[in-house]
């Protein structure tokens, strides 16, 4: 198995063991105390850090000087919080439980943005490049859809415990995995360049960099809507007198989802700017369809379509991230880009929480509508002229290339 073969390898085991901890986390907490708003107040715990700990993980990521300790140390820290949670959750103090949480969570984003950062440096660019993004997010997609089937299956004939063992075995594959990569690669480039920069860095080339301003801001909005998806297909489901029948909504879009990025994805022929914004109308205009689907079996064509159409945008996301972060903060724009989203997902949970009363059509309509949004984000936040991007204390020819990187123009972009 080659370089790039181990790399999805361990992405996929990585975020497999991150995609099932929310219902694993859930199960758990309610077979030990019988309070699921005990798992909730653990989850929240896990899930908080992440957007917190993006710059100083993307910071400290991009000045290691031995990358291949910084990226197993970080997934072995993770692994090692998830077994702590399968033995402690419900037996010891839950003070102790949060802080552990916590502490795991502080690795998340090594997990997502942190492991893809990786890709460039593993693939030379052009087009074997852009197929290497699709295979990458491809990742998310199948650990979205597997993840809390195995959690599912396994907590139903054992117990939650041995469905968090699973994901800790998961992780633990990861963490050796990344251990064997090549961290540079003739023809692509060493994954971590000698320039350093600050925290605020990353956060200023996503700011200042056009290409990197829209595509943040407009995923972002895109997840307040897609973050709910799940509780809402819960809501949905049993509205239509099926009230089991929320996963099969998920799975349907999560496995379109999982074909989109694979296909739709691997589309060259038009700027990654272009095929984001029609992907977000289009992941709209299905979704609004499923809100007035007559049957589960009519939702779920309609999610499944919504999740092809969904697929794209993560894939070119991932390329227009790796193509306009300047080499200094390439790791903090990738961590930052994830750890945002993550919470703009968390925040339309809330947000769903709050409106659980209301007709559960509404809020898939609302979620469509928060995708035309999107697109409408995207195409203001692109449309100023590109400004150069001061990158600092980073000198030398990749800050020279840093700012030449952040005047380019997206073919296709406005």
């Known amino acids: 198995m080659g370089g790039f073969g181990r790399y999805l390898a361990a992405a996929l085991a990585a975020r497999f063991a991150s995609e099932g901890m929310a219902m694993a986390v859930v199960l758990l907490a309610l077979e030990r105390t019988g309070s699921a708003a005990y798992g909730a107040f653990v989850l929240t715990a ?14 400290l990521a991009g000045r290691a000087r031995r990358p291949r300790l910084f990226y197993v140390g970080a ?36 997990v997502t943005g942190g492991l893809s950062s990786l890709v460039s440096g593993l693939v030379a660019t052009g087009r074997a490049r852009d197929r290497a993004y699709s295979w990458d997010a491809s990742t998310y997609n199948a650990a979205a859809v597997t993840a809390p089937a195995v959690v599912g299956l396994v907590a139903a004939v054992g117990s939650a415990a041995p469905a968090m063992a699973v994901l800790a075995a998961s992780g633990a594959l990861a963490a050796g995995l990344a251990a064997t990569l090549p961290y540079e690669v003739p023809g692509a480039g060493p994954l971590h360049p000698a320039p350093r920069a600050g925290m605020g860095a990353g956060l200023a080339a996503l700011w200042r960099v056009r290409e990197l301003r829209a595509i943040t801001s407009a995923t972002t909005v895109a997840f307040l809507g897609i973050g709910s998806l799940t509780t809402t297909s819960v809501l949905l489901a049993t509205e239509l007198g099926s009230p089991g029948a929320g996963g099969v909504l998920m799975t349907a879009f999560a496995l379109g989802a999982l074909a989109g ?28 369809v499923a809100a007035l689907g007559s049957s589960v ?9 919504a999740g092809v159409c969904d697929g794209p945008v993560l894939t070119t996301t991932l390329r227009i991230r790796s193509q306009y972060a300047p080499d200094a903060v390439r790791t903090q724009v990738f961590t930052l880009g994830a750890g945002l989203k993550l919470t703009g997902a968390s925040a ?5 929480g709050l409106a659980a009363e209301a007709p559960a059509w509404t809020l ?3 979620i469509a509508g928060l995708q035309l949004v999107a697109a409408l984000v995207h195409v203001l936040a692109a449309g100023r002229a590109p400004a150069a991007v001061e990158v600092a204390p980073a000198t030398g020819p990749s800050a020279a290339s840093a700012t030449a990187r952040a005047g380019r123009r997206t073919p296709g972009a406005p």
Request: proline share 6%.
């Open 75 to 110: 997934l072995a820290g993770f692994t090692a919080a998830v077994a702590a949670l399968a033995l402690l959750l419900g037996r010891v103090p839950m003070p102790v439980v949060i802080v552990v949480a916590l502490l795991g969570g502080t690795c998340g984003p090594m």
């Open 364 to 366: 898939v309509t609302g």
């Open 261 to 288: 990025s694979l296909t739709l994805g691997r589309i060259t022929a038009v700027g990654p700017g272009v095929l984001v914004r029609w992907a977000l109308v289009a992941t709209g205009v299905a979704l609004g």
């Open 297 to 305: 079996a009519v939702t779920a064509v309609a999610f499944a379509v």
């Open 348 to 352: 339309g949970a809330a947000l769903v």
């Open 46 to 59: 896990w899930l908080g850090p992440h957007v917190l700990a993006a710059p100083l993980a993307g910071v």
